[in-house]
């Protein structure tokens, strides 16, 4: 079974209402799809896979060789008919780039730091459009869920308040792929997700309806998926599932995941809008930072005791 792709150039045209409808169910029954005709010029595309895959060589693959993930892989390769894996760590490569640390972003890569704003810029526009289908088929105001995620500040002010993050991975061959993961299947903290996957190796899979399906790679389509927030603010109404990558054999798996986040001041809840079907609130009304203090504590395990666990306002 695919995951669903969607041409978001159709949200313009003739076909608006039913990608529309088509982007409503993957949030609902999904909480991933494809976008493709998103936009983002195939050109700043190659342009990134270039400057991503030639950082990884120039500035991050001996350390990844030095790592825990690979010393203790090489611990218990060691052992002799051992059944244990290694469930703590993941086969991951990976660091962050933001505004605020765009002075520790990587130096050493020609092009990465100018490649990288200019796609961290149009996939911000991207994450905004995106947001606002979804304010749409939920029956919110336009920039419901931008203004949400600002923490309710003024338009002038909502582009700097919400967290804007990419996290840049490589996810190299394991020599043991049954031992480790690659990342262990969590459900995402914050809000929208636009992943920008590798084109040719596969590894990320979703769980829907209790089975573990392949995210097909589809090239320079841009994966999306709801985050808990975004499952909080439609009360339910759209999911934030599963998902995790497996660690393999063969080729280096580039993975470049950008995050639309509430910012940590923000106050999380249901929409009042969707309230009136239902008698009450499904959720906690909390503070996205507390929220978080708790993710970090319990992110590979469900989400529901997250949301009771956090502290309510």
């Not at 909480?31 to 342009?47: A, K, M, T, Y």
């Not at 002038?156 to 480790?180: I, L, N, Q, R």
């Amino acid at each position: 079974m695919a995951i669903p792709v969607i041409d978001f150039s159709k949200t313009e045209g003739e076909e608006r209402s039913k990608t529309l409808a088509e982007i409503a169910h993957c949030c609902e029954e999904w909480g991933f799809f494809q976008l493709v005709n998103h936009g983002i010029s195939e050109e700043l595309l190659e342009r990134v896979k270039k400057v991503a895959s030639e950082c990884y060589k120039v500035e991050r693959e001996a350390g990844f060789g030095e790592s825990e993930p690979v010393k203790k892989l090489k611990e218990l390769m060691e052992k002799e008919s051992c059944d244990e894996r290694i469930d703590d760590v993941d086969w991951e490569d990976v660091f962050l780039l933001t505004d605020h640390n765009a002075h520790q972003w990587p130096s050493k890569t020609a092009g990465f730091r100018e490649t990288m704003k200019e796609y961290r810029s149009e996939l911000k526009k991207l994450a905004v459009r995106v947001m606002e289908t979804m304010d749409e088929n939920l029956g919110l105001p336009k920039g419901y869920m931008k203004k949400a995620f600002s923490g309710g500040k003024e338009e002038e002010e909502e582009e700097d308040a919400a967290f804007f993050g990419t996290k840049v991975s490589h996810y190299p061959p394991c020599p043991k792929p049954e031992k480790v993961a690659g990342l262990r299947a969590h459900t995402d903290a914050g809000g929208v997700i636009l992943l920008f996957q590798d084109d040719e190796v596969e590894s990320l899979q979703i769980l829907k309806d209790g089975v573990w399906l392949d995210v097909q790679p589809l090239k320079n389509a841009i994966v999306i998926n709801t985050g808990d927030q975004v499952e909080v603010l439609s009360n339910g109404r759209y999911k934030s599932v599963w998902h995790r990558i497996l660690a393999t054999p063969h080729g280096n798996r580039r993975s470049i995941a950008s995050f639309y986040n509430p910012s940590t001041e923000a106050t999380i809840h249901p929409a009042t809008q969707l309230l009136a079907e239902k008698a009450e609130a499904e959720y906690p009304r909390f503070v996205f930072g507390d929220y978080m203090s708790v993710y970090a504590e319990q992110k590979f395990l469900p989400k529901e005791p997250r949301f009771q666990a956090v502290k309510a306002v």
